[in-house]
């Protein structure tokens, strides 16, 4: 019964939220709900919606923020982190888009634009680029950063998976060396597992080859949960 109330309770509060909490997405130009303050007022029970975590989100959090208290963050500022991401990579290939239901950024670089074909060397054209995603990532701290590697299926499925590995190695590097805190990024390489498109037509398997920055942004909310889950 007490289980139930707590859910009720936390329901009629996301739903009052929604109703009275709305700002304009600078994106759309749309009424949205303010995801500033869905954090601030209940972040314990939102937390949960944020999608996965390299390693897990509790000890980075811990690990990112050195033990102080994050501000707000989440809600009109990520929405703008989104449009100036998109403005700085327009015509570029990159693709910017909103994931985990409205909770994170991913940035999709693509294989012809970030390295050549089998190689895990940065195009040094691209570097300019990803300087401007580490600019973002350095004016919005309050977030984790996931670095995905991905490729098609020519080749071996082992040579893939560390191909996708060290192009992903490759990308997180760059941005610590760019001045983005290192605690905050963590990489994977998924080889030939997670496709996008399917194989064998040539024409759009190369899709398949990318890197992906996944942007995870957190409040003060899952700061203190984090801290608390750690004491």
């Not at 037509?201 to 608390?228: C, H, M, S, T, W």
């Amino acid at each position: 019964m007490k289980k139930s109330r707590i859910l009720t309770a936390s329901l009629a509060a996301v739903s009052l939220m929604t109703v009275s909490a709305c700002v304009t997405d600078p994106n759309t130009g749309e009424k949205k709900v303010s995801r500033t303050v869905l954090g601030g007022a209940g972040g314990a029970v939102l937390g949960g919606l944020l999608g996965g975590v390299i390693g897990g989100k509790t000890g980075r959090i811990v690990g990112a923020v050195g033990g102080a208290a994050a501000g707000g963050y989440v809600g009109y500022k990520m929405d703008q982190q989104i449009k100036e991401l998109k403005e700085q990579t327009a015509g570029s290939g990159v693709d910017v888009s909103e994931v985990d239901g409205g909770d994170a950024i991913l940035v999709n670089l693509p294989d012809g634009v970030t390295f050549a074909t089998g190689s895990y060397t940065i195009s040094p054209g691209f570097r300019d680029l990803l300087d401007r995603v580490a600019a973002s990532l350095k004016q919005y701290p309050n977030s984790l950063v996931d670095v995905y590697g991905h490729t098609d299926t020519v080749g071996s499925a082992s040579s893939n998976q560390r191909l996708s590995e060290q192009r992903a190695q490759a990308v997180a590097n760059y941005l610590i060396s760019q001045g983005v805190s290192s605690s905050r990024i963590r990489w994977m390489g998924f080889g030939e597992t997670q496709l996008k498109v399917a194989t064998g037509d040539g024409v759009n398997e190369p899709l398949n080859r990318r890197v992906e920055i996944k942007i995870i942004p957190f409040d003060q909310n899952d700061v203190a949960a984090a801290q608390a889950a750690q004491n």
